[in-house]
């Protein structure tokens, strides 16, 4: 059995991940920010492959706590690569949860694709791309990695920082018939908890190498994602328009289909399981 090395264990990503027999798995339990840390992780381990999820992610958080933020998705990931090219040259796979953030926001329905302008709209996609670059110079031609964009997810457990749990609290708790919800003119593409995770095997088992998209590449209006959400409650939306434009942030997932990669979930299935 392969041993996997897993940073972010206590995510809900890499919750879904432990449930998978396919490895044995080795948790990171140190300071990603602690060289020190990271590398005695790495050389104490045998490790066939390493996923690594461990990060802040909440943009709310990662904008109040930037410093912070960056230490942990950038030079977190920087102490990795390190200790890996220091300790694990014959590591088999590396791979690096990246986000959609780091793309330009769309006003055009056009999906996003891998190779489409880099220009994060968040500081948390700053430290992801930044993150990115700093994989493909120090690992390029020595470790075989893989850094998977994940566009919007969600699943039960997911902290309210995050947009279905916050809208769901909040329609759910509110003692109003009517809710009244603003700047939901935007679309997003959601795929779930499960998916992303099944998306990360996939791209193991085939041995990926390079930058692959993780989303359903499906639009979803967040005006009709409340709704749902409200009808389930016995209320009504009302919808505040507001004065920014229309935003799209829908992946372009070719590369994944290339290796039969399909999801179980559309984000009304997922909200009917978390509710």
Not at 144 to 172: D, H, M, V, Y
Request: proline share 1%; hydrophobic share 35%; aromatic share 12%.
């Amino acid at each position: 059995m392969f041993i996997c090395g897993i940073t972010g264990h206590t995510g809900t990503l890499g919750k879904e991940l432990l449930k998978k027999k396919s490895f044995k798995f080795k948790k990171f339990k140190g300071d990603i920010t602690k060289y020190k840390d990271v590398e005695g992780w790495v050389d104490n381990h045998d490790l066939d492959l390493i996923i690594h999820f461990a990060a802040i992610v909440p943009t709310n958080k990662v904008n109040q706590h930037y410093k912070s933020a960056k230490n942990v998705n950038y030079y977190g990931t920087v102490n990795l690569v390190k200790a890996i090219n220091k300790k694990k040259k014959n590591l088999k796979w590396f791979f690096f949860s990246s986000t959609s953030h780091v793309y330009s926001i769309n006003y055009n329905k056009k999906n996003i694709k891998e190779s489409s302008l880099k220009k994060p709209y968040s500081k948390y996609g700053n430290t992801k791309l930044l993150a990115e670059k700093y994989i493909v110079k120090k690992l390029n031609n020595k470790i075989p990695f893989c850094i998977g964009r994940i566009f919007s997810f969600t699943g039960k457990n997911q902290s309210n920082e995050f947009f279905i749990p916050a809208i769901l609290k909040k329609i759910k708790t509110s003692k109003k018939k009517f809710i009244s919800l603003e700047n939901l003119n935007h679309y997003r593409d959601f795929i779930s908890i499960e998916d992303v995770v099944k998306a990360i095997m996939l791209l193991y088992k085939t041995k990926s190498k390079g930058i692959y998209n993780i989303g359903s590449g499906k639009k979803n209006s967040l005006v009709r994602i409340a709704d749902y959400i409200c009808t389930k409650y016995n209320k009504t939306l009302l919808h505040i328009k507001s004065k920014s434009k229309v935003t799209y942030l829908i992946a372009n997932i070719d590369k994944l289909k290339k290796l039969k990669f399909n999801i179980s979930n559309d984000i009304f299935k997922i909200i009917d399981k978390i509710i």
